[in-house]
């Protein structure tokens, strides 16, 4: 009984993380959106600045 509990409590802590994450990412994207920003990002092993009016959400 104990080890499904724990079970539950790490994939529900798990869950909120992902939420924080996919959250955080929002305001970032949302700020870079409001403000004119670019990012830079890695994307095929190749580092480059994409404007946050490129990224697809």
Request: glycine fraction near 8%; charge should be positive.
């Amino acid at each position: 009984m104990s080890k499904k509990k724990n079970d539950f409590d790490v994939l529900l802590m798990q869950q909120r993380i992902d939420e924080g994450i996919l959250l955080a990412q929002r305001r970032l994207l949302n700020r870079g959106l409001h403000d004119g920003l670019s990012f830079i990002v890695c994307q095929g092993g190749r580092v480059r600045e994409v404007p946050a009016s490129e990224i697809k959400w």
